[in-house]
């Protein structure tokens, strides 16, 4: 079956502009997470939402960023007025309940210019 | 914070040779979890380890778990060259969201 899949892999955008990314994750998975991870460095979470629960939105880092979930499935995540710090790797996972494994995908690489 | 801290930060060793990395974290959990990350992109399910186990085991692959010490430590026996990764720990704050931790670098030289 598919695994998680994030759109676009690369994403090259000027400061200022807003950016969609898009994560499918595996079909019946009610949990999906998007963290964020800058060269070298950790993953600093985002966002988390669990079935139909309201979504833990305490990681995003400013008002400029937001996140969907439709029906369940698709996720997409949002920045509004990118900033050159935004700039690193967004990545998606889902797991088929809570605190069960996660499924990564490879992640969409932005780099604000 | 939920977030877990990996140490060492990097690692270095040789084919054959054992490695361990340890995790510590700061909240009740109700499991914890390694993952493994090639090439800066995905991470990829190494192992889980629930709060009320004390050890696991999966091929090359040693867990330990002590809660007493909010810590858990990776141990990687006979290591190859295509171990090298970086390594996470992963913990739910008592199954809240699961928060990783900053990562160990390991370098396997053949």
């Known amino acids: 079956g598919a695994g998680v899949s994030q759109s676009p892999s690369n994403k090259v955008t000027e400061k200022g502009k807003d950016v969609e990314l898009r994560c499918d994750p595996i079909s019946g998975h009610t949990a999906l997470y998007w963290y964020r991870q800058s060269l070298g460095q950790g993953l600093e979470f985002l966002i988390y939402?669990?079935?139909?629960?309201?979504?833990?939105k305490s990681g995003l880092p400013s008002d400029r960023f937001s996140a969907e979930r439709t029906g369940g499935s698709v996720s997409t995540l949002t920045i509004q007025r990118t900033q050159q710090e935004d700039s690193a790797v967004y990545l998606c996972a889902s797991s088929f309940r809570k605190a069960s494994p996660l499924h990564f995908g490879n992640g969409t690489r932005l780099t604000v210019t | 914070s939920q977030q877990g801290e990996e140490d060492p930060q990097a690692l270095s060793i040789q084919e054959g040779e054992n490695a361990t990395m340890n995790c510590s974290y700061k909240?009740?959990?109700?499991?914890l979890q390694w993952y493994r990350q090639n090439s800066g992109r995905g991470l990829v399910h190494l192992i889980l380890i629930r709060s009320n186990e004390r050890e696991k085991h999966s091929g090359r692959l040693r867990v330990t778990l002590d809660t007493s010490k909010k810590s858990s430590s990776l141990l990687i026996t006979a290591s190859r060259a295509a171990d090298t990764a970086s390594y996470f720990c992963?913990?739910?704050?008592?199954?809240?969201?699961?928060?990783f931790g900053t990562g160990t670098r390991l370098l396997v030289s053949p």
């Open positions: 909240t009740s959990i109700n499991n």
């Open positions: 992963a913990t739910d704050g008592g199954f809240q969201k699961l928060v």
């Open positions: 939402f669990q079935g139909n629960s309201a979504p833990d």
